[in-house]
Every structure is written in C-alpha cells, then in structure tokens.
C-alpha cells in the first residue's frame, strides 16, 4: 500500500518534467482510495517535500498589492529565514488586514497584520 508521504514525494520529483500529468495521477490516486478530501492535505505534504529540497512556495497576504521593493525583500526574507535556493511566491491581497503581512511556508505562518496586532490589543484590554 502506498502512503499519502510516498505519493507527495513521487509529485515531487516529477512536478518540474510533467506538472499536469503527475497532479492528474495524484488527483486519481486520491479519487480511487476515496480520499479526494485529502488534496488538501496532500498538497501540504508536497510542498513541505519540495521545502526539504530547497523549494519553497510561499503564500503572502497583504492589504495593498505589493510594490517591486516589497516584494524583493520578502523574497529575500523568506529565503534566508528557509535557506530556499528557489522560490514560488503566491501573493493575494485581503484590504481588511489593514496592512503589514501574512506570510505562510510549508510548516509555519506568520501573521502581522494590523488587523491581528489591533484585536490582540482589544483582547489584552478587555482582560
């Protein structure tokens, strides 16, 4: 029986040669143990293979879309905080963060929004 790890590692090493045919059969796999809720999870454990590999794919959140300088140096904080050799950076932008960043990598998150400084404030204060 294959594992779900054995199968991250296997997309993996073929994502680079064939990225639509191997998430295909990774997708079939799932399909056919009746997993299909486990893509999730899954892709997770991709990432967190590929990470090991020096691989990092990244999602950053910020309130306003992200200057050129900005995103120079998250990348650059990101590989230095990861030791990534390489980089995929996926940026999305949620105005109800107020500003600062939400940065996630595989295994860790990072939440420094105003939004979460501002409602840890009003937690501390109500307490």
């Known amino acids: 029986m294959v594992s779900r790890m054995q199968v991250a590692t296997y997309v993996a090493g073929h994502l680079r040669a064939d990225r639509a045919g191997v998430l295909r059969s990774a997708a079939a796999w799932l399909v056919e143990r009746g997993q299909a809720r486990q893509?999730?999870?899954?892709?997770?454990?991709?990432?967190?293979?590929?990470?090991?590999?020096?691989?990092?794919?990244a999602q950053v959140t910020t309130a306003r879309p992200m200057n050129a300088e900005a995103r120079v140096q998250v990348e650059s904080f990101i590989k230095e905080a990861t030791g990534a050799r390489e980089?995929?950076?996926?940026?999305?932008?949620?105005?109800?963060?107020?500003?600062g960043i939400k940065l996630e990598i595989p295994g860790k998150a990072l939440d420094a929004s105003i939004r979460t400084k501002l409602a840890r404030y009003v937690e501390g204060a109500a307490n």
Do not use: F, K, N
């Not at 893509?39 to 990092?56: E, K, N, S």
């Not at 980089?87 to 500003?99: N, R």
């Open 39 to 57: 893509a999730r999870y899954l892709a997770r454990d991709v990432a967190q293979v590929l990470a090991t590999r020096g691989y990092v794919v």
């Open 87 to 99: 980089l995929e950076l996926e940026t999305a932008v949620e105005p109800g963060l107020i500003g």
